[in-house]
Nanobody, 118 residues
Framework: QVQLVESGGGSVETGGSLRLSCVAS????????MSWFRQAPEKDRQAIAT???????KYADSVKGRFIISQDNAMNTLYLQMNNLQPEDTAMYYC????????????WGQGTQVTVSS
């Protein structure tokens, strides 16, 4: 069973940067596709960045050009570099191990809070 633990959240001012980490354990076949999601208060959880087993990445329009998803070669840690943060980026951020063809989610982390003040 894949287990995920996020860290790196915090409070920053507008224009600041943070790097989130997600340490994964368990079967590697269960984490060939990984994503970062976020959920703001009273809003649905949204996938914002995805990395597939071939290294290809996909971003939501709201973060494209500002956020970068990456993972280490051993596929044990997933990262999200967040630059030029804006107040609308304030949310709980979750990493997730995706199912086949990067659909659904088979495991979630506990989440890490990111707060951006204006």
């Amino acid at each position: 069973q894949v287990q995920l633990v996020e860290s790196g959240g915090g409070s920053v001012e507008t224009g600041g940067s943070l790097r989130l980490s997600c340490v994964a354990s368990g079967p590697t076949y269960g984490r060939s596709c990984m994503s970062w999601f976020r959920q703001a208060p009273e809003k649905d959880r949204q996938a914002i960045a995805t990395i597939d087993s071939d290294g290809s990445t996909k971003y939501a329009d709201s973060v494209k050009g500002r956020f970068i998803i990456s993972q280490d070669n051993a596929m044990n840690t997933l990262y999200l570099q967040m630059n030029n943060l804006q107040p609308e980026d304030t949310a709980m951020y979750y990493c997730a191990a995706r199912g086949p063809r990067c659909r659904g989610a088979i495991a979630w982390g506990q989440g890490t809070q990111v707060t951006v003040s204006s």
